[in-house]
């Protein structure tokens, strides 16, 4: 297969920092569009997967599923795009297309599951699929989405990730007026939760392990924000919350949160730490409390998300980084000094 080049970043193995690796990218095919990444988004899990915390890998990884870039070239079949028109890609580059999950707009479910932008399984190439840190991509036009104009193309890219897998949730399960929203965690995720959760018009609550981040979760949109571990400001809010998004990347106490919850209230999980979380029965049966799990988004939902943020001037919070910073970006995520996402301005991958 006829190939062009890309420069990237990549772990080797589960302990060794991210270095340059030059990488294959497939000529455009009839429905590809091949894009020039300018940004791309630091997400928490990207760490977790080049660490092996999930414990799938396969070398070498590079990371980076929140793209914003140019199109470059299309493929003769290509619709939706143009060479210069600003395009995203996120956490899938395919999916079946014909089961249940597809067939409904949920790629993301797929019974035959998804492509992931990166560790998933190239099916042109072979080997793992390579991610954004890198300085082009090459994806099929049904994975690709339009950035509306009037958005900033670098505070743009968290949405591909830290933005769907706030939304979805936020919309699947009717958050909005008359309703108190709690979100767990102020990072990537936990930052997009609030202001999506002050957009649907719900009371927000944020919970932060961070003395620091108080004044700017009430910035970013939060009524109230609660020092996690605070027990006296924890009991105050017992029996009380409609719905609490979860978005913590490390070990905590689940049921400190399922217990704010008031009769039928569900708490979601977004966050993918690397061991099981204890759940206490009791906490769960009183008062009847819902416990699920939500995963990114569809390629649909992604766009109506974009287009929403656009109507409502919605992006991220960024800090703009060299690639060659990379390496201290990951050290300062797990230190949860982060505001609010890592954003790699791709020029610095170019020679
Ligand atoms: P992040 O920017 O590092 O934010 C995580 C936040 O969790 C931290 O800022 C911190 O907030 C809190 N936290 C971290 N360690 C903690 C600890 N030991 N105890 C309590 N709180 C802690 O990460 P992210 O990029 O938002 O990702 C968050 C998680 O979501 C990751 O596990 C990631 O893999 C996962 N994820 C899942 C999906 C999905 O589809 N379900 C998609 C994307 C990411 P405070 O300082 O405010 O306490
Ligand atoms: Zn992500
Ligand atoms: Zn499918």
């Not at 589960?14 to 990488?23: M, W």
């Not at 990884?61 to 995203?88: M, N, W, Y």
């Not at 730490?273 to 939500?294: D, K, Q, Y």
Request: charge should be negative; include cysteine.
């Amino acid at each position: 297969m006829i190939t062009t080049i890309a420069d990237a970043y990549a772990a080797q193995s589960a302990t060794s920092p991210l270095a340059p690796l030059v990488i294959n990218r497939r000529e455009p095919g009839a429905t590809d569009v091949e894009i020039e990444i300018l940004f791309c988004g630091v997400c928490h899990s990207d760490l977790h997967q080049a660490r092996n915390e999930w414990h799938n890998t396969v070398y070498p990884c590079v990371p980076g599923h929140e793209i914003v870039g140019r199109v470059t070239r299309v493929g003769s079949q290509v619709r939706k795009f143009k060479p210069g028109d600003l395009s995203a890609v996120g956490c899938m580059v395919d999916s079946c297309r014909t089961c249940v999950h597809c067939q409904a707009g949920l790629e993301q479910y797929c019974l035959a599951f998804p492509t992931f932008t990166y560790n998933g399984e190239d099916k042109f190439l072979g080997g793992p699929t390579f991610g954004g840190y890198s300085t082009s991509i090459v994806v099929d036009e049904a994975f690709v989405l339009r950035v509306p104009a009037g958005l900033d193309p670098a505070a743009t890219a968290p949405l591909l990730c830290a933005g769907i897998t706030t939304y979805s949730p936020l919309r699947h399960w009717k958050v909005g007026p008359n309703q108190k929203v709690g979100v767990v965690g102020l990072g990537g995720l936990g930052h997009m939760a609030v202001k999506f959760a002050r957009a649907f018009g719900a009371h927000v609550v944020l919970f932060t392990t961070s003395p620091g981040k108080v004044a700017d979760g009430l910035r970013l949109g939060a009524h109230e924000v609660v020092l996690s571990k605070d027990a006296d400001a924890m009991k105050k809010h017992i029996n009380s919350f409609d719905f609490i998004l979860d978005t913590v990347s490390a070990q905590h106490d689940l049921n400190a949160y399922l217990g704010l919850l008031k009769l039928d209230g569900t708490l979601t999980l977004v966050g993918a730490p690397e061991h099981p979380l204890p759940v206490s029965a009791f906490t769960m049966i009183l008062p009847r409390r819902n416990f699920a799990g939500s995963a990114i988004g569809g390629i649909a939902e992604t766009q109506e998300m974009l287009d929403f943020c656009a109507q409502h001037r919605i992006v991220s919070d960024i800090e703009l980084i060299p690639i060659q910073q990379i390496n201290e970006a990951w050290d300062r995520l797990l230190k949860q000094d982060v505001k609010y996402r890592f954003v790699i301005d791709s020029s610095s991958l170019r020679p």
